[in-house]
Structure formats: structure tokens, C-alpha cells
């Protein structure tokens, strides 16, 4: 009889500390999984910042280089400032094939492509595959403008 309790309470023990280990082991595995899951979004969502990023420079150099003088006026130091700025910047991440269509729009350059069509490029090197086209993307020109009629620039 003696023996049976003690085989009893050996087993027991020796099935808590089983039950202990596993306890630990699925514990260890889901906390592993679950970093492993918060890591990957992590890295996922600091490329999305990144590309968004990339896409407001690009926005914003095309936006600014639109509304620069259309003729060879001059213009503003700050505005040539702030479009070699974002020309620089965009020279150093995108493409060389993007970068050389990119210069030659910004140069007007009689065999450019059209700035909404390098755009659409820009997006898909950033995003990949999409179904856009130049008639989803909207420009309000000159023309919407109200004339300076002597008022001071703000």
C-alpha cells in the first residue's frame, strides 16, 4: 500500500512539474508570437510613414514647381531655395530612371513626360501596381486664380 501512495504522489508531482513546464513553454511560445507579430506591424508601419513621406516631397516639389513663374521670370529666393531643396532630396531616393524624368520635367525639357504622368510613376515605385490614371488626379490652374490686383503678397 505504501508503495501505491508513493507511486500516486510521484506521479503527482512528477505531473505538475509537466504541467508547470508546459504552462511556462505556451506562455514563452505566445509571448514570442505576439512580439514577433508587433515587430513586423512596426516595421510595417515605419515603411508607411516612410513612403508617405516620400510622396508629400514629391507632391510638394511638382506642387511648388507649378506655381513658380511660367516664363523664365524670376522668382522669390525662398521659393528657389525650397524648390532646389526638394529637387535634391528627391534626386537622392528615387530611381535613376525616375530621377532623370524628374529632372527633365523640372528643366521643361521639350521631351519631358508630363509631370502627372511621372506622378503616377512616382506612386507606383512607392506603392506598386495601381489603377490610376491622369484623368483621377486633379490640378486647379492658373486660371482658378484670382489676379493680384496690387494688394501685398501675404
Avoid: C
Amino acid at each position: 500500500m505504501q508503495e501505491i501512495i508513493t507511486y500516486i504522489l510521484g506521479s503527482f508531482t512528477l505531473l505538475g512539474a509537466l504541467a508547470w513546464l508546459l504552462k511556462i513553454w505556451v506562455a514563452s511560445s505566445i509571448k514570442s508570437i505576439i512580439s514577433h507579430e508587433f515587430d513586423k506591424r512596426k516595421i510595417d508601419y515605419k515603411n508607411q510613414i516612410e513612403i508617405r513621406t516620400r510622396a508629400k516631397l514629391i507632391a510638394e516639389l511638382l506642387a511648388e514647381w507649378l506655381s513658380s513663374p511660367i516664363d523664365s521670370s524670376p522668382m522669390l529666393p525662398e521659393q528657389r531655395k525650397r524648390l532646389n531643396q526638394l529637387s535634391f532630396e528627391a534626386s537622392l531616393w528615387l530611381p535613376e530612371e525616375i530621377a532623370l524624368q524628374l529632372s527633365l520635367v523640372l528643366q521643361k525639357s521639350p521631351n519631358a513626360p508630363n509631370a502627372f504622368n511621372l506622378l503616377l510613376k512616382v506612386r507606383e515605385y512607392l506603392s506598386g501596381k495601381h489603377n490610376l490614371t491622369l484623368d483621377n488626379i486633379t490640378q486647379w490652374t492658373r486660371e482658378h486664380e484670382i489676379p493680384n490686383k496690387g494688394l501685398p503678397e501675404e
